[in-house]
């Protein structure tokens, strides 16, 4: 069966279909079946005496056993007050479940007040459900099915600096997107934190740290599954593939971009994000072994720049890693289902946030990428000297104003680019706008924009893949007329930074 043969979990695999989100509520069928009977079970002791026998039965019964699904598949924090009031109210419920109609109740002012504080436990959780959602990933509009494929390898000639082991070698992890042969409906698509429920837990604890939040903020990540099918076979046909290299922003790992991802993998791009490990808060490998963000101090705004361009030179020595190992995918010196399909001549790299500095290092350091892509983030690099390929600089409107210095910076970085470059302030948007965090953060502008949970997302990877178009398939492309299609130019957001001029 095309995209059977995975390297997921199987316990973990199950339980996907009872924790696929309903579309626009935030919540699984179970949970919204536990909260209509958890209603209903509040609501019974109001209801005419005819009918509170039956509908109390009915709603202990159904609340009860949605309760124990989630207990099987996966008890999200949003549920507990709805659990906390079925507990309350089930004792209660017992009596008008084995009197008769109209027999003697609890005293109206008792239970007046009662009800009324389980009903506003429910609404709490249905709006915590809401507000942090399971991701509801859209749905690539390209004409390929997506696959997807974890790769790990070693960099024999870099010695790990993060440990004390002077025969430790740099090992590095990257998720793959490619197109891919369509596959059945009931095929289990990838989860979205990992390729295991040990490896997504492992991944949001170490972003719960990393971030200050606590982990249970990521239940709906850990249970999140993607468009993608793992392992899924390549699509048909002959024609070689171009790649996107990605690297995400601080401590954060090769998950961070998904829908962005398979959105380009739709279109016939493949596109490899990294874990960088010691750098993202958590990288688990195929072994088991689970590498941790590596703190590091700093005492000054000079020294948190050092750093910062240490970590960017550290990214960008690994893009180019796995770039010379896709290499090694495609000509067969490693076995894989891409072998023969990835054209590594044409190659862009992408950065966010602090994958910016990486990507920016990377095309100046190693030639052999053809374009880069910069989604708001810093062009740290201790170094700073012309490069030859071209950028699209995507940012963020709102937090322009906190940030006096940033713009300027990045416009110095292009400006040293000897080809045409673009710089492109999208409306509506903050820095989370350019990751999958619409996804499940609450919809509040101040937090991820003011675009909804999935058009930020479309805007960016449909400039982006015009950008990818033109840079990396050579096909003719008005810009400047695509961004302004956006709306964008006319506000002046968009600047072109022509090396000929």
Known sequence: MPGSNRSTDPAFLPLASANEMISGIGMTPIEA?????????????????????????????VSSASAVVLAVVGLR???????????VVLPFTARTMRGKP???????WLAGPGSAACVLAIVAGVGAAI???IPDFPTPTGRYAVGTAVVE?????RPETWTTDADDVRALQAQIWYPAEASPDEVERAPYLGRSEAEANAVAEGVGAFLGIPRFVFDGQVMARTNSVPDAPVASGNRRLPVVLFAPGGGMGRFTNTAWAEELASHGYVVAALDHPYVSAAVMFAGGRTVRWAEQSFSSDAEARRLSEELAAVKARDLSSALTHLGRLDSGDVESILAGRLDTDRAAVVGMSAGVGGAFQAARTDERFSAVIALDGRPYDGNPGPYDQPVLALTNQLGLDDNPTYLPELGRALE?????????????TT????TDAP???????????????????RIMTEVTIGFLDAELRDQPTDLPGLFSEHGFAEHGELTVYDADE
């Open 131 to 133: 507000a942090f959602p």
């Open 102 to 108: 109209g027999g003697r109740r609890v005293r109206w």
């Open 153 to 157: 390898w070693t960099d024999p000639d």
């Open 33 to 61: 079946v536990l909260v209509v009977g958890a209603l209903a079970l509040v609501l019974a002791r109001w209801l005419p005496p005819r009918f509170r026998r039956r509908v109390a039965t009915g709603a202990a019964a």
């Open 439 to 457: 996804l499940w953060m609450p919809p509040v502008p101040s937090l991820v924009g003011s675009l909804g949970r999935t058009e930020g997302n």
């Open 431 to 434: 820095h989370p706008t350019f």
């Open 77 to 87: 924090w949003q549920m507990v007050p709805v659990l906390v009031a079925v507990v």
């Open 416 to 428: 040293r680019s000897t080809t045409t470059s673009y710089l492109l302030t999208i409306p509506g």
